[in-house]
């Protein structure tokens, strides 16, 4: 059955460090990839997907990125984090082809200080 | 994608339906009704989806309108744990569908 692996639970960083928080599938191939961040008391908001490796489409200008250097792995990062940056991160995959459904991964919620 | 309209909340007694209902009077023909929840501090779980026809699976049932511009989600005997965020979305079929959540209805399930 496939699964989805999200990491770290919950993060605390200070204004201008770096960030990177991972997202790995597996008992699938070629999936395509999403990230999400949800503001507090707010609805999600797509960030990235991706449908294939180093295949990445950004939906909204921000001060992150992200990239996909293997099949089943999706990386969320940023140089320099900013106050504005604090959310709830989610990583989501769904099947290529006659993609049914979303399955997202349990979420990481970052702070930045 | 078209986009939804939710009530911002409800409450449904534990044991009785919660009927949860959603406007999209802008859907394509081609695109799907989902309904997705979310419980507090969790990614969102998938519940069920349709086109036109109602579905059921074990967790809800889905009553689509014969014009597709609303549905309505139930919960047949809701409990405790149902209390949750739920989010019905409409997007179309491809290998690169991508969701928009809106801020989905906060059902509360009370003892």
């Known amino acids: 059955s496939q699964t989805i692996h999200q990491w770290p639970a919950t993060l605390v960083q200070p204004v201008g460090s770096p960030l990177s928080l991972e997202c790995t599938v597996e008992?699938?191939?070629?999936?395509?990839l999403y990230w999400y961040r949800q503001a507090a008391g707010r609805g999600l908001q797509l960030l990235f997907y991706?449908?294939?490796?180093?295949?990445i489409s950004s939906e909204v200008p921000q001060n992150l990125s992200a990239s996909r250097p293997q099949d089943r792995q999706f990386i969320l990062s940023s140089k320099k984090l900013l106050l504005s940056d604090s959310g709830f991160y989610l990583c989501?995959?769904?099947?290529?082809?006659?993609?049914?459904?979303?399955?997202f991964g349990s979420g990481t919620r970052l702070t930045v200080v | 994608d078209a986009k939804t309209t939710q009530p911002p909340s409800m409450d449904c007694a534990e044991g009785r339906a919660a009927n949860l209902p959603c406007n999209h009077s802008?859907?394509?023909?081609?695109?799907?009704v989902y309904w997705y929840r979310q419980i507090h501090s969790q990614g969102p779980q998938y519940i069920i989806h349709?086109?036109?026809n109602n579905e059921t699976n074990e967790m809800a049932s889905l009553i689509i309108t014969e014009d597709r511009k609303s549905s309505t989600l139930i919960l047949p005997h809701a409990t405790l744990r149902d209390t949750a965020v739920y989010y019905c979305i409409v997007s179309s079929s491809g290998s690169a569908r991508q969701l928009t959540f809106g801020s989905g209805t906060q059902l509360t399930v009370l003892p």
């Open positions: 991706s449908v294939g490796i180093g295949q």
């Open positions: 008992g699938t191939s070629n999936p395509n």
């Open positions: 989501a995959w769904s099947a290529q082809r006659r993609a049914k459904w979303d399955t």
């Open positions: 349709g086109l036109k």
């Open positions: 802008t859907i394509s023909g081609n695109e799907y």
